[in-house]
């Protein structure tokens, strides 16, 4: 889900570029959210884990007329850091 974030929240950018407006807040709202009994664990450490500086998208590239051909010159963050991820057993 990471990842799916960070994608939606390139392509407000890039939506907000082309329409002349700037980036308010990405809001996401989950549904169906569900927590295994075997992820407990993990749940507990992730809620437990001070957060970290959020990270800046360097800016892209200026404005193309038409969105749709528009290739991303986003190639790196800035103050992007993480921590090492917590596995868990596939729930079945």
């Not at 009994?37 to 993990?42: F, G, W, Y």
């Amino acid at each position: 889900m990471p990842f799916n974030i960070a994608s939606y929240a390139l392509l407000t950018h890039m939506l907000a570029q082309q329409c002349d407006l700037r980036v308010g807040d990405f809001v996401w709202t989950g549904g169906d959210c569900h927590l295994y009994l075997n992820h407990l664990e993990q749940a507990d450490l992730q809620l437990g884990r001070e957060p970290l500086p959020l990270a800046r998208a360097r800016d892209p590239a200026p404005a193309a007329d038409d969105i749709r051909p528009t290739r991303t010159t986003i190639s790196s963050s800035t103050n992007y850091q993480h921590r090492h991820g917590s596995k868990a057993p596939v729930a079945v």
